[in-house]
């Protein structure tokens, strides 16, 4: 079972930290990714990381202020977010893919609780 946490509210231009723990599984043997959702809108991917090489992925609207990565000895996956805008308000989720990356919700095996992040302008 995966559990996201650390969600919260934030001013625009602020940073919080996402983190995604798991129970009952070792993640190092998934790829790992972050979606969020806004209220009327479609899951969308934001974060991926890699279960072979570590390599990570993002969409244009996150690249350069969001990063992923991933604790094996706390078998937890973070996503750091800094420059946070008024449109990244979402439930932010992680995903657990055993293809060699995720970067779709059709990608995922297993998905955790979201958390929300808000954030004000």
């Known amino acids: 079972q995966l559990q996201a946490s650390g969600g919260g509210l934030v001013q625009a231009g602020g940073s919080l930290r996402l983190s995604c723990a798991a129970s009952?599984?070792?993640?190092?043997?998934?790829?790992m990714g972050w979606f969020r959702q806004a209220p009327g809108k479609e899951r969308e991917f934001v974060a991926g990381?890699?279960?072979?090489?570590?390599?990570?992925n993002y969409p244009n609207s996150v690249k350069g202020r969001f990063t992923i990565s991933r604790d094996n000895a706390k078998n937890t996956v973070y996503l750091q977010m800094n420059n946070l805008k008024p449109e990244d308000t979402a439930v932010y989720y992680c995903?657990?893919?055993?293809?060699?990356?995720?970067?779709?919700?059709?990608?995922?095996?297993?998905w955790g609780l979201g958390t929300l992040v808000t954030v004000s302008s």
């Open positions: 995903a657990a893919s055993e293809l060699g990356m995720v970067t779709t919700t059709d990608e995922c095996d297993y």
């Open positions: 009952g599984r070792t993640l190092i043997r998934y790829s």
């Open positions: 990381i890699s279960r072979y090489t570590g390599s990570t």
